[in-house]
């Protein structure tokens, strides 16, 4: 019974790391300090600027450095010259992704609360505990999707000239 504990202590803690990065609000792409470009899907661990770590090591896996936080796109809609039509696309998507991903956030907080009562236990239930464990897996995975069709068709509204201003723009605020 301890190997299953010690086994689960891990995933216990992954789960407690995702439930509370998963948090954040749906739009929030920013990090504590204001900086755009950090968050659920650019924080640490997530990627973001180059030099913040996490489990992919330093600037997170390479393909989020060719996405952009819609936070980052509208805060310098002027600075990109973005088009009313983007603008009105852009607040479309964020309407279409963020009720859904409200949506799955709170039955993941209810799937990791269950987890937690079933690992507080002093004899877990290892079929309900692992049950709940691919339960909350199943559904972090569908707001990572989400989040990510988000960034991919937010990428495929703007122009090339647009991405390369985000990029520099990017760039010079994580300059140290």
């Known amino acids: 019974m301890k190997r299953v504990v010690l ?8 789960l407690a790391l995702a439930a509370t990065a998963a948090t954040a609000a749906p739009g929030d792409l920013t990090d ?9 899907m650019f924080g640490p661990g997530h990627g973001g600027p180059p030099g913040m770590g996490g489990h992919h090591g330093p600037g997170g896996p390479p393909f989020e450095r060719d996405l952009f936080p819609p936070d980052l796109v509208l805060h310098n809609q002027t ?47 290892e079929t309900a ?11 972090e995975t569908q707001i ?7 960034l991919v068709r937010l ?8 991405q390369i201003k985000l990029k520099d723009l990017r760039a010079s605020l994580t300059r140290p």
């Open 7 to 14: 086994n689960l202590l891990p995933l216990t803690l992954t």
């Open 32 to 40: 504590p300090q204001g900086e755009p470009g950090v968050g659920p």
């Open 79 to 125: 600075a990109l010259g973005l088009s009313d039509e983007q603008i009105s696309a852009i607040k479309k998507l964020l309407n279409e992704t963020h009720p859904r991903i409200l949506d799955l956030q709170t039955n993941l907080d209810r799937v990791t609360e269950r987890l937690g009562g079933i690992l507080k236990s002093s004899r877990i239930d």
């Open 129 to 139: 505990a692992l049950s709940a464990a691919d339960e909350a897996m199943g559904l």
């Open 144 to 150: 990572k999707k989400a989040h990510l069709t988000l």
């Open 155 to 162: 990428k495929n509204l703007l122009t090339e000239e647009q």
